[in-house]
């Protein structure tokens, strides 16, 4: 699922985002997942082309890819970059990242499923069993990490101030998402349009 995903998002709506920038240039595109379509519209950003800049705003809600994609160095490894390194500055506006330390999907069985998929080498993720290797934990668990200049926001601050106008953001947005699938929820959908009318 982690590779179709990030093959779908960059192979297939990274382009046809840039087919849509060059036919509608000034049209605004915001980009909203969840759980692997989080990863998707995230990897949709390494398929664009050179030069195009279409996508306004990026929300990932409990995002199930790593909370390194972004960094330009891996803090275990300085001389590698994440997955992503660097792509939140293709966006106009923010990279949202919407997270709950209540997902045990991305904050137990990700960090699993990423070990026996050869992704770390880590006994056990963070807080299960000890103290475990967080190298692939994902972005849906704790924001994104090892960004500098990241803004970390509660869910409280967001719905008051709203989004930061670019660059990443995490929210911690604990208080009302209790599991993985906990996304229906009206403080949410506020945090995707903030976003949207800051990515203008």
């Known amino acids: 699922m982690k ?10 709506l990274g382009p046809l985002l840039g087919q849509v920038a060059r036919v509608a240039p000034r049209l605004r595109i915001h980009l909203v997942g969840h759980s692997m379509g989080a990863r998707l519209v995230a990897y949709a950003l390494r398929g ?15 995002g199930a890819f790593s909370h390194y994609a972004f960094a330009a160095r891996l803090p275990h490894d300085p001389g590698r970059g994440g997955a992503l ?5 293709r966006v106009r506006g923010p990279v ?3 997270f709950s ?12 499923a990423s070990r026996l998929a050869g992704d770390s080498a880590s ?3 963070a807080g299960l069993l000890g103290s ?3 190298r692939w934990a994902a972005i849906g668990h704790d924001g994104v990490q090892a960004v500098p200049g990241t803004v970390v926001r509660p869910l409280a601050a967001v719905l008051r101030e709203g989004v930061p106008a670019s660059g990443c953001v995490s929210v911690d947005t604990a208080d009302v998402v209790r599991s993985h699938g906990d996304i229906c929820r009206a403080e949410l959908a506020r945090v ?3 976003a949207a009318r800051t990515g203008r």
């Open 85 to 89: 390194r660097d792509l939140q500055e």
């Open 96 to 98: 949202v990242a919407c």
């Open 132 to 134: 475990g290797d967080p």
């Open 192 to 194: 995707v349009v903030s």
């Open 123 to 125: 006994l056990a993720p």
């Open 3 to 12: 590779q179709r995903a990030g093959h779908v998002g960059e192979f297939g």
């Open 48 to 62: 664009l082309p050179p030069g195009a800049r279409p996508v306004a705003s990026v929300t990932l809600l409990q």
């Open 101 to 112: 330390r209540h997902d045990t999907a991305l904050g137990v069985f990700y960090p699993l």
